[in-house]
């Protein structure tokens, strides 16, 4: 990838375990970046990606397609989130690291930031592994209150309902709700805007998210894995450090292999 820096106008690193390795030649030569959830092994390691992109100009742009179908752009627009009081959700799952990003990429445009504590109920961690078929998993989120209202209450089901690809469902403090699904399409609909955005950061060289937007996605979902490795306790999105997800990914998610 070293000798490919001078020919091409921007990149896509899509192994988070070398994210930094991959992305630092492009970087230093001020061309963007598209980073896929999740975007780094740890915070510290993200931390390194964005200082040496903002040295350089070089825009930096992650997530996941998902985050851009057609049915949750609409959704995003419809909600009310100074008024959210609770959430549910769903996302079809395979492995950890990538499928619990499809669900919350869009739990985080369409409820907001500020996720403040994490737990993952279901599964207990697999020490560094990332194994496929992991049991079907719930993640708790609770965030920073906002204005005189208590503090939302959401959670994100890990292999749900295998006839969906993700369902949201928002209810409000004035007992309303937004329910919604979201399913693949044979249509360009499926990554027409992801498509679109991408190519708006790769031509201006302006990313579409702000730096904190990319660290606090990077620590819900570091906070999940620490909690299923932890007895499955509640995780300060503030107290995952430098922890670090899982890399290997293995068949059985009971047996590690030698």
Known sequence: FHEMVDDVDAAMIMDFDRSYELAE???KKGKPIFLCSPVAISVLECERILD????????????SFTVDMHENQIRYLKAK????????????????????????????RLIG?????????????????????????????????RGDKSPIQGSLTLGGNK?????????????????????????ELTFRDFLINLQEVFVTN??????????????????????????NRPVLTDEVGDYRLPTIRIEKWNEIPE
């Open 25 to 27: 030649p492009f970087l």
């Open 52 to 63: 040496l992109a903002e040295s350089t100009g070089a825009a930096v742009y992650s997530g």
């Open 81 to 108: 989130r100074d008024e959210i009081a609770a959430f549910f959700a769903s996302t079809s799952h395979g492995f950890f690291t990538s499928y619990a990003n499809d669900g919350l990429e869009p739990v985080h």
């Open 113 to 145: 930031g500020g996720a403040r504590k994490v737990a993952l109920h279901g599964w207990g961690g697999s020490e560094g592994y990332d194994p496929t078929g992991i049991p079907v998993s719930h993640i708790h989120l609770e965030y920073e209150s």
């Open 163 to 187: 006839n969906e690809m993700e369902w949201y469902k928002v209810c409000y403090h004035d007992k309303t709700v937004l329910e919604g699904v979201t399913n693949w399409s044979n249509s």
């Open 206 to 231: 302006k990313s579409l998210e702000t730096r904190k937007d990319i660290i606090d996605k990077l620590k819900v979902v570091i906070a999940a894995y620490k909690s299923a490795n932890e007895g």
